[in-house]
Nanobody
Framework: QVQFVESGGGLVQPGGSLRLSCAAS????????MSWYRQAPGKIRELVAV???????SYADSVKGRFTISRDNAKNTVYLQMNSLKPEDTAVYYC????????WGQGTQVTVSS
């Protein structure tokens, strides 16, 4: 059974940092491309960052230089380090594995506000 459990969200002031975690199970994590998505109120879900099995990464232009995606294959966990947060980063953040479309966790809420 494929599962994603996101955690680490919260309320942070503009300019602050958060580190999100996503524990995955039910598939071969180490060989999977992992992604972080986010969905703000009233908006469609958007791709934020991708990390390939060999470690290559890519980012949405809106977060490039501020967010870093990483993975720990021993723990079946993918991370998103978010620095210099802005109010427009406010959203529910989700992780997903390529090839398992339709499987989503509960997400973790990130709110950036003073």
């Amino acid at each position: 059974q494929v599962q994603f459990v996101e955690s680490g969200g919260g309320l942070v002031q503009p300019g602050g940092s958060l580190r999100l975690s996503c524990a995955a199970s039910g598939f071969t994590f180490s060989s999977s491309v992992m992604s972080w998505y986010r969905q703000a109120p009233g908006k469609i879900r958007e791709l934020v960052a991708v990390i390939r099995s060999a470690g290559g990464t890519s980012y949405a232009d809106s977060v490039k230089g501020r967010f870093t995606i990483s993975r720990d294959n021993a723990k079946n966990t993918v991370y998103l380090q978010m620095n210099s947060l802005k109010p427009e980063d406010t959203a529910v953040y989700y992780c997903q594995a390529r090839g398992w479309a339709g499987y989503w966790g509960q997400g973790t809420q990130v709110t950036v506000s003073s």
